[in-house]
């Protein structure tokens, strides 16, 4: 049968017919935000409505570059993307690229001007950042006397450190007046010698803090010589103050927990310190008494009547030993002398003697042979009690008589 077409063959081609149409592939829709989810993948579904019609949108993840603020129910918003038909369905919706509150346009356009100006002079680089005093104790406060900002920084600064002194220079936040007011209580609390101003208002719309977003604001700023905190609207607020101050915090009470420290935590760190200290003082001291110990005893051991106790006491026991060793070589000497005497003994002519032999000198001379004598000379017989002289009648050799 001619003409028939399946569902998808129908959404497809109705898709095409919107892709085509040049009107619908780059449009800006006005309408009031309605239905608006945040889902996990980083996707915004939303409703666009106005008094006679509504509109489904979605926004991709990569695309929320494209907005600058928190998309909440109710906002009136104009929404620039493309409307296209999502097959699945069958249905169409704004795909949406870049979404601005209703009016904010052309304000949005001179802030990012502004922003791109500044930041090309380089108020807005690191190396101008001045650091945050650890312990601040003198804070300034530029914000409304009367607002929730002043109320939430005393009730933060009261809670954390009730010592830091708060002064409060009362601002018009909003309106004409605002930026003079503003940039004069810059000046005023930077030659007050502060240790830090805090610049703070509520939230609101873009023109509640567009004074914030003013050029002689920023520059007032980025003139003081005192560390500054933005601290302006709600979280997801951005202004050009959040960019040319030292320090940005999200809320007023997220700057009071910045500027004021913490006086409890300021006390455990000293305790912290005392401790850390007095255990590094015990132990330098236990090292000094034990080298003191040391130095006293090598003192000690070198006392010079120390020493000579010492001395005395090597020489006595020198002595001792000197003694020991000469008894013990005298006994040995005594030993071998009486070893060498018996030998002596045994050689003795006077044993010989005893046995009943004698020996015959001339002279002082003993006789040894038959040479030494002559018929008529006088010789001495020496026996064992005593001495017998003779004369020599005659001699003989070995063998003969006489």
Known sequence: MAGIYTVSQINSYIKHLFEEDFALSGISIKGEVSNCKYHSSGHIYFTLKDGGACLAAVMFAGSRSGLSFTLKEGQQVVVSGAISVYERDGKYQLYAKKIVLDGDGDLYRRFEELKAALMEMG????????????????????TAATGAAIQDIVNISSRRNPYVKLYLYSAIVQGEQAVSSITEGLKYMDNMGMDVI????????????WAFNDENVARAIFSCRTPVISAVGHETDTTIADYVADMRAPTPSAAAELAVFDYRQYLEDIEGCRAAMEKLMYGKLDIYKRNLEN???????????RQLNDKKQLLENLKGNLKFKMEVRLKEEMTRLSVMAERLNSKSPLLRLDKGYAYVSAGEKSLKSIEQVK??????????????AAKVTGTSSKGNSI
């Open 123 to 142: 108020m807005f680089e690191k190396e101008y950042k001045k650091p945050l005093p650890k312990y601040a104790m003198k804070i300034g406060i530029i």
């Open 295 to 305: 130095a006293a005893l090598r003192l000690e051991n070198k006392n010079p009547i």
């Open 198 to 209: 805090i610049l703070g208002r509520g939230g609101g719309s873009i023109e509640d803090l």
């Open 375 to 388: 018929a008529g000379d006088t010789v001495k017989i020496h026996l064992k009690d005593g001495l017998v």
